[in-house]
């Protein structure tokens, strides 16, 4: 049997669905199959209901099973998307393609160990719990009966993972049950060493042909010279790769706390000499002091007092360190394990500590005062070198989105993911004056020729040769959707105003409910659902709002009630997937821009106006258009859809990167008048009306 082709497997993946054949599905695939078979990067925008997961899976699992270990890493930002690739598409896959390919393709879902509950940790009666008040039935009885829940749980569970546990527990419970890779024994050293979940699922992967994870894991995976999280893979397929600057900039950030000061502090009292334990608890007090003492805001310089208290943490955290390390041949059975938590966190405490302190100029720095703890924070300006050099030059990838194209092109993304070379990304600036990209486009030859070297992969100083395609949508945009944007509006203040929510009123009058409002901040959101609940109490409208119940029950309640709104802020625009007549009106108060005294967007704004570039366009116009695409694209979910998104921000119409915030979003009908919109959404809830009476007279 010859080897068969890619459009007979992408037939028989479709099929094995219950899908239909779609030009831009098979376009993606077969680009995908050469991007892997060349090795050089591809980034693919592929709008809502191409099919992109089976675009890219088919090919990659031909790809692995060509030839003996390969295997192709599968990175996704959100566990929605993991559970449905591994509890859904990829069985379905690989018994459809099995008989075609000779044997079905392993795959696994690996995270990373703090995922897992230890199983040493929860059937070990610890110091640590008990001094953290878990077990304690008169402070938090709570927290100790989840504790004791998880354990049971531990006991009929066949993957230790948090995800699988239901109902959830809180995080301060899930961190008294699961370790770090820091802080685990090792498989060798741990008496549940052969029945540990997390090894169970790291062998899993060494196993698989496919590994499908997260950006995080990958992240650190790729930033870490030293840890290897990922078993070692000869691919990558990046899903939500609109996310993956974002999330990898997490992996790299850090925070310090008086709270995880004193915690590491406290953790040492058994493990060291009183002296050293003294002096830890000592620099973990004065920071506590100075850091309350502190202004909040971006420092390009700590001040001194900060500093000098920074510098006696990291000291006594260095000594806690090498004492404990000198200990460990001392500790014995039990005590290992609270020696490496010791030992754990205070290593935490001296490398953020001796980070801050080193004042990088590729690092941001703030203290931010929030309503529960003070945090000393850092991250890295730009995470673009990192991957340029440590992934997209080691590593064939495939990057894909609805969301790609910013401002018409994916130069902006390959930017900040570092395809250009340094100066290039460094000083790259969004351009709303320049047509949209056609349907695939090529970096330009020589574009980094003048580009001086920076990173010590010799090779990776070089332009690296990116291809890009955007296969489009099968949804009729212009047909299926309106664009309102309320020209007629002031410019929007630091809060809603009257004008707004009277605008928000009539639209949700006029559509019947049906509504998924997506706001800037929750302050604006609870706003907005309280006055709706009053506004159209005489309609008899549920007005639901994120915060009041867990995300997945808000979204299950508004998809099963037609007249149910759901008004929230960031998770909802990019995690809410509602076809149906459930949702024919999109609401966005206004254009996504980062805070004003966002530290780290200004530092980075400020960067690229160093370079040449225009701040202001390349980051804050930049995330907002991003941002903005997926809020619209909660609409348009299948090509029965209908509706409205309206944009409450009049500067989307009248100001001069207007037309760079439009050239990334769904083609929709586009309109000002608001009347003409009334009308629609009535129409459309009309005729929604008609459809649900008939399938209740069906029933």
Not at 12 to 29: C, D, E, I, L, N
Not at 198 to 218: G, Q, S
Not at 550 to 562: H, K, M, V, W
């Amino acid at each position: 049997m010859g080897k068969p082709a890619l459009d007979e497997l992408l037939d028989a993946a479709v099929a094995a669905v219950g899908g239909t054949p779609r030009p831009g599905q098979q376009q993606m695939a077969k680009a995908v199959a050469e991007s892997m078979a060349q090795g050089d990067p591809l980034l693919v925008e592929a709008g809502t209901g191409t099919g992109k997961s089976l675009a890219y899976l088919v090919p990659a699992i031909a790809h692995t099973l060509a030839r003996k270990e390969r295997r192709v890493v599968v990175a996704t930002a959100t566990l929605a998307l993991q559970r449905q690739l591994v509890a859904h598409d990829l069985p379905l896959i690989s018994g459809a393609l099995a008989p075609l390919l000779g044997r079905a393709p392993e795959f696994a879902l690996l995270k990373g160990r703090n995922n897992y509950v230890c199983l040493n940790k929860i059937n070990s009666a610890g110091d640590e719990e008990e001094q953290d008040g878990l077990f304690d039935p008169k402070a938090l009885s709570d927290l100790g009966r989840h504790v004791l829940r998880v354990r049971d749980w531990a006991e009929e569970t066949d993957t230790g993972d948090r995800d699988d546990l239901a109902p959830g527990v809180p995080d301060r419970v899930w961190t008294a049950v699961s370790v770090s890779s820091r802080e685990c024994l090792g498989a060798g050293k741990c008496p549940f060493g052969t029945s540990c979940f997390a090894e169970a699922a790291r062998e899993r992967a060494r196993a698989a042909d496919l590994v499908v994870t997260n950006h995080a894991l990958l992240a650190i995976d790729t930033f870490d010279g030293e840890i290897k999280v990922l078993p070692e893979h000869d691919a990558v397929i990046i899903d939500e790769a609109h996310e993956l600057v974002s999330r990898a900039t997490g992996a790299d950030s850090g925070e310090l706390t008086a709270g995880l000061a004193e915690r590491a502090a406290r953790r040492c009292h058994r493990q060291l000499d009183e002296a050293v334990s003294q002096r830890l608890d000592l620099a973990a007090a004065e920071f506590a002091v100075e850091l309350d003492e502190a202004e909040a805001g971006r420092f390009t310089q700590l001040p001194e007092p900060l500093a000098d208290a920074l510098t006696m943490l990291r000291d006594a955290a260095r000594e806690a360190v090498s004492a404990l390390g000198r200990n460990r041949d001392k500790s014995g059975g039990g005590d290992e394990g609270a020696r490496r938590q010791a030992q754990a966190g205070v290593e935490q405490i001296f490398e953020l500590a001796d980070r801050l302190l080193q004042s990088s100029e590729y690092d941001v720095v703030w203290l931010d005062r929030g309503e529960r703890s003070t945090a000393l924070r850092i991250a890295p300006l730009s995470v673009a070198q990192q991957l340029r050099h440590r992934l997209f030059a080691r590593t064939p990838a495939v990057l894909t989105s609805a969301t790609l194209k910013i401002g018409g092109d994916f130069d902006n993304v390959a930017g900040s993911l570092g395809l250009y070379a340094a100066e290039r990304a460094d000083r790259l600036e969004a351009r709303p004056e320049r047509a949209p990209a056609a349907a695939t486009d090529t970096a330009p030859a020589g574009a980094d020729d003048d580009t001086t070297a920076t990173g010590s992969d010799a090779d990776a100083d070089h332009p690296i040769p990116w291809q890009a395609l955007d296969v489009g949508s099968p949804f009729d945009y212009p047909k299926q959707g309106i664009l309102y944007t309320a020209k007629h509006l002031s410019a929007p203040g630091r809060e809603l105003g009257e004008e707004q929510l009277s605008e928000i009123a009539e639209l949700i009058a006029a559509a019947g409910g049906r509504t998924l409002g997506l706001f800037s901040s929750m302050r604006a959101a609870d706003l907005a659902a309280r006055e709706m609940r009053g506004r159209l109490d005489y309609l008899g409208l549920p007005v639901l709002c994120q915060g009041e119940d867990s995300l997945p029950q808000l979204i299950q309640r508004f998809a099963e009630d037609p007249k149910a709104c759901l008004f929230g802020t960031l998770s909802l625009w990019q995690g809410v997937n509602v076809p149906g007549s459930s949702c024919q009106l999109v609401i966005i108060d206004r254009i996504p821009f980062p805070r004003p005294d966002d530290p780290l967007a200004t530092a980075r704004q400020e960067a690229v106006a160093r370079n040449g570039g225009n701040g202001f366009m390349a980051v804050a116009a930049s995330h907002a258009a991003l941002l903005l695409a997926q809020g619209a694209g909660r609409l348009i979910r299948s090509s029965a859809d209908r509706g409205v998104v309206a944009v409450l921000d009049s500067r989307l119409a009248t100001a001069r990167y207007g037309s760079f915030l439009r050239a990334g979003l769904p083609d929709f009908w586009p309109t000002s008048d608001s009347e003409t919109v009334y009308a629609a959404l009535r129409r459309l809830d009309e005729a929604a009306k008609d459809r649900e009476k008939k399938e209740e007279e069906k029933e």
